[in-house]
Nanobody, 121 residues
Framework: QVQLVESGGGPVQAGGSLRLSCVAS????????MGWFRQAPGKERERVAT???????RYADSVKGRFTVSKDNAKNSFDLQMNNLKPEDTAMYYC???????????????WGQGTQVTVSS
């Protein structure tokens, strides 16, 4: 059974930093595409960043230059470093995985429960 567990969310002031972590069990990351998504109240879910099976990373325009993902296959972990946070980054953040290794499949099959990030001005 595949399980993704996120941690590291919480309250932070604008301009601050947080590091979210996602640890997987029941699956080895090596050939998977991993992603971080977020959803704010009343808004659609947004793809924040992805890391494909070759290590290629892509970021939403809204977070480029501020957020960085890192994948550790040995630890089966996938982290999201968030710097210079803004109030508009406030959302529930979800870790997800798909066996479409190039991240171009129709869906992410596995999802974590989410961790809340709240940025105050």
């Amino acid at each position: 059974q595949v399980q993704l567990v996120e941690s590291g969310g919480g309250p932070v002031q604008a301009g601050g930093s947080l590091r979210l972590s996602c640890v997987a069990s029941g699956v080895t990351f090596d050939n998977y595409c991993m992603g971080w998504f977020r959803q704010a109240p009343g808004k659609e879910r947004e793809r924040v960043a992805t890391n494909d099976w070759r290590g290629n990373q892509r970021y939403a325009d809204s977070v480029k230059g501020r957020f960085t993902v890192s994948k550790d296959n040995a630890k089966n972990s996938f982290d999201l470093q968030m710097n210079n946070l803004k109030p508009e980054d406030t959302a529930m953040y979800y870790c997800a995985a798909t066996n479409y290794g190039n991240c171009r499949g129709p869906r992410f099959e596995y999802w974590g429960q989410g961790t809340q990030v709240t940025v105050s001005s």
